[in-house]
């Protein structure tokens, strides 16, 4: 088994910062796609970022030049994310995945919230 555990998230003023954070543990050595997603209220869950296995990211538009998705040698996955604007709330989520089976795992969430 696999579980992911997300933490980081918080309330913070528009043009501020937040650095998310994702705990893997478990089963977790062919696990070569980690991202992040998000959900608003009354939308659906939208993707953020990827990174691979070799370290290559992507990025959804909406957020690219503000957030940096990163991994470190214990497999925490995190998302920096900077210039946050009103729109970026949501419930931030992520995901573990084998490309290629249908192993793909999923974290509890955390609540990010950009208020005045």
């Known amino acids: 088994q696999v579980q992911l555990v997300e933490s980081g998230g918080g309330l913070v003023q528009p043009g501020g910062s937040l650095r998310l954070s994702c705990v893997a543990s478990?089963?977790?050595?062919?696990?070569?796609?980690r991202a992040w997603y998000r959900q608003a209220p009354g939308k659906g869950r939208e993707w953020v970022a990827t990174i691979i296995t070799g370290g290559s990211t992507t990025y959804a538009d909406s957020v690219k030049g503000r957030f940096t998705i990163s991994r470190d040698a214990k497999n925490t996955v995190y998302l920096q994310m900077n210039g946050l604007k009103p729109e970026d709330t949501a419930v931030y989520y992520c995901k573990g995945q084998v490309l290629g089976t249908m192993r793909a795992y999923w974290g509890q969430g955390t609540q990010v919230t950009v208020s005045s």
């Open positions: 478990g089963s977790i050595s062919d696990i070569n796609f």
